[in-house]
């Protein structure tokens, strides 16, 4: 799962994939409706490769949290628990035994299960195994590309120049 592109906006709702970078700020266009929007550079804006949630032995990437969430449901939609703080923490408790429960907060949880989601109806939830099944296709062109450097740069002799001290 790659998050390097995807930002949280504070004050717009959903999530927003990094398009171009702007002297006054950038360019993002919206997961939800597909819109493209300008940010200033005073717009609190995080990455989503760059958060973490709190544990009780360490700080666990937000990636590793939205891996676990596709294990459980099997690449699915996670289910929508608004308002239930007990199923919330239930649900996360599944997902992240050892989540640090003083720190983080139902609402935290709710804003991680509605990103999940969002990331998922758009595709951009690829399960581990997935990844690891799809081997790599090459084509009979590339092959022949490769040989064909190959022996090219095998074929050809390798000119040495004469230096001063030789001469």
Same mark, same amino acid.
């Given at each position: 799962?790659?998050?390097?592109?995807?930002?949280?906006?504070?004050?717009?709702?959903?999530?927003?994939?990094?398009?171009?970078?702007?002297?006054? !700020?950038?360019? $993002?266009?919206? #997961?939800? @409706?597909? +819109?493209?929007?300008?940010?200033?550079?005073? =717009?609190? /804006?995080?990455?989503?490769?760059?958060?973490?949630?709190?544990?009780?032995?360490?700080?666990?990437?937000?990636?590793?949290?939205?891996?676990?969430?596709?294990?459980?449901?099997? !690449?699915?939609? $996670?289910?929508? #628990?608004? @308002?239930? +703080?007990?199923?919330?923490?239930?649900?996360? =408790?599944? /997902?992240?035994?050892?989540?640090?429960?003083?720190?983080?907060?139902?609402?935290?949880?709710?804003?991680?299960?509605?990103?999940?989601?969002?990331?998922?109806?758009?595709?951009?939830?690829?399960?581990?195994?997935?990844?690891?099944?799809?081997?790599?296709?090459?084509?009979?062109?590339?092959?022949?590309?490769?040989?064909?450097?190959?022996?090219?740069?095998?074929?050809?002799?390798?000119?040495?120049?004469?230096?001063?001290?030789?001469?």
């Amino acid at each position: 799962m790659k998050l390097e592109r995807i930002l949280a906006i504070s004050g717009k709702p959903g999530l927003y994939e990094l398009k171009l970078q702007t002297r006054t !700020g950038f360019v $993002a266009e919206s #997961l939800l @409706d597909g +819109k493209k929007i300008t940010v200033g550079m005073r =717009s609190n /804006v995080s990455l989503l490769s760059e958060i973490s949630i709190y544990t009780y032995a360490e700080e666990k990437p937000l990636v590793e949290v939205m891996e676990a969430i596709a294990k459980k449901e099997n !690449g699915g939609a $996670a289910p929508q #628990l608004k @308002d239930d +703080k007990a199923a919330l923490m239930a649900y996360f =408790s599944e /997902v992240l035994p050892d989540y640090d429960q003083e720190r983080v907060y139902a609402s935290d949880i709710k804003k991680v299960i509605n990103w999940y989601n969002i990331l998922q109806a758009k595709g951009l939830v690829v399960l581990e195994e997935e990844v690891k099944e799809t081997p790599k296709k090459t084509t009979k062109k590339a092959v022949k590309a490769e040989t064909s450097t190959e022996e090219a740069t095998e074929a050809k002799p390798k000119k040495t120049k004469a230096t001063k001290a030789s001469e």
